[in-house]
């Protein structure tokens, strides 16, 4: 006999806070609001967020509405969450510009309706010191340092700033605001919605149901996937940028990518991973199996063999992409009309080369080309006039066009 919960405890999931209530709150008969918080800390939302995106889309087609929250304020803190260190302070502008590419793209993922999207200013904004100290009184420190990265940095001697002790709080309180049923999220927040449930009950409230979902991991096959690490793949990315860093997945990450980044059932990702340990499907082919299945996921149709023929091109043939992105050099970085080389990458790969350092690292590596000669001087500085229209090359996979 069939459940309320069973689209949820039939796919992949990490933790349910729990069953009973969700069966409980899912046999009301009510549609439920069901909330996913996401900050604004980046401009792509990538395959390990769109894990807990498509859990919220299948909450939206049984009638509940999601309830998504754009962080616009919690943005500027930082979620603490599985950090080592203090995160840097984001600028409002900063913030406002990654949230307007963020709704773009979620709409690559979540049904129009029912879906009401918030902003946390709406309440957090508007609080006064008053407010903020009534907030701080819901809580203690000893409470705080039950969270395991926050008792790591303590115990390892690092700094935890009291604003980073205000972030589970203000997350927890949108979740007081909008009057969440279940809050989706990572697995790494789970502290932070057991959090929002005794906020709920503290302002008489039921507390909301939490579901986590598992944490994808990186194309470096060790952290969790993450923008500010670089071992990501963007939804709204290019599908020859996509297919490409797919083919470079470690191999033992292929099964959780076949069962979290394809939108397949279980069963599907359950039977190639069958297959490749059968040794019925190799290696190879079943990563270009599942470059081609996210490609279409977020291309369309037909857009993951298009992308596996471009890649082909490009990597066996070592021709040069077809669409090759401009990049125009930006006049403030010039210093005497020149700009090394090594900032250049970073400015145009901020992926694979976050700093000036890893960009001079690329070069002494011979990994960089222009207009396919090997550059090795890692200090070289050049003129817009002298680069204009040359092709950049890192690596296989990155290419710019430079324009003055």
């Known amino acids: 006999m069939s459940k309320p919960t069973d689209f949820v405890l039939e796919e992949a999931f990490d933790k349910l806070v729990s069953e009973a209530e969700l069966e409980r709150k899912l046999s009301s008969g009510r549609p439920l609001r069901v909330k996913l918080g996401i900050d604004p800390t980046a401009s792509d939302i990538h395959l390990g967020f769109a894990v807990v995106l498509r859990k919220l889309r299948q909450f939206q087609e049984r009638g509940h509405t999601a309830v998504l929250i754009l962080g ?55 609080m006064d010191i008053e407010d903020v100290l009534k907030l701080t009184a819901r809580t203690t420190v000893a ?155 977020y291309h369309g149709d037909g857009a993951g063999d298009a992308a596996q023929a471009e890649f082909d091109r490009v990597f066996r043939a070592h021709a040069r992409p077809e669409d090759v992105p401009e990049f125009a ?3 403030g970085e010039l210093r ?15 992926g694979p080369v976050p700093s000036n350092k890893e960009g001079a690292r690329k070069i002494q590596q011979g990994g960089v080309r222009l207009d396919g000669e090997v550059v090795r001087d890692p200090d070289l500085a050049v003129t817009p006039a002298e680069v204009d229209c040359r092709t950049l090359q890192m690596g296989k996979r990155n290419w710019a066009r430079l324009r003055a």
């Open 143 to 297: 409470r705080m340092l039950e969270r395991d990265d926050f008792a790591k940095r303590y115990a390892g001697g690092a700094p935890i700033s009291v604003t980073e002790f205000l972030y589970p709080l203000l997350q927890g309180w949108d979740s007081v605001q909008v009057h969440a049923d279940v809050e989706l999220g990572g697995s790494d927040q789970i502290w932070n919605f057991l959090l929002a449930r005794q906020l709920q009950e503290q302002e008489g409230q039921e507390p909301q149901v939490v579901l986590t979902m598992p944490l994808l991991v990186g194309l470096d096959g060790t952290q969790k996937m993450s923008k500010s690490l670089g071992n990501y793949v963007g939804i709204a990315e290019q599908p020859s940028e996509q297919f490409g860093k797919l083919m470079s997945l470690p191999d033992e990450l292929m099964p959780q990518y076949f069962e979290l980044a394809t939108a397949w059932d279980l069963a599907r990702a359950h039977e190639v991973q069958g297959q490749l340990e059968r040794g019925e499907l190799k290696p190879v082919d079943a990563k270009r199996l599942l470059a081609r299945t996210v490609v279409d996921l």
């Open 336 to 350: 005497d009309g020149r700009i090394r080389l090594s900032r250049l990458l970073a400015l145009a790969f901020p």
């Open 72 to 126: 616009d304020y919690t943005a500027q803190i930082g979620d603490p969450s599985g950090r080592s260190v203090t995160r840097p302070r984001l600028s409002k502008e900063q913030v406002e510009s990654y949230a307007a590419t963020y709704v773009e793209q979620l709409h690559q993922i979540l049904l129009p309706e029912p879906l009401e999207i918030r902003r946390n200013s709406e309440w957090l904004a508007a």
């Open 329 to 331: 050099i930006p006049a």
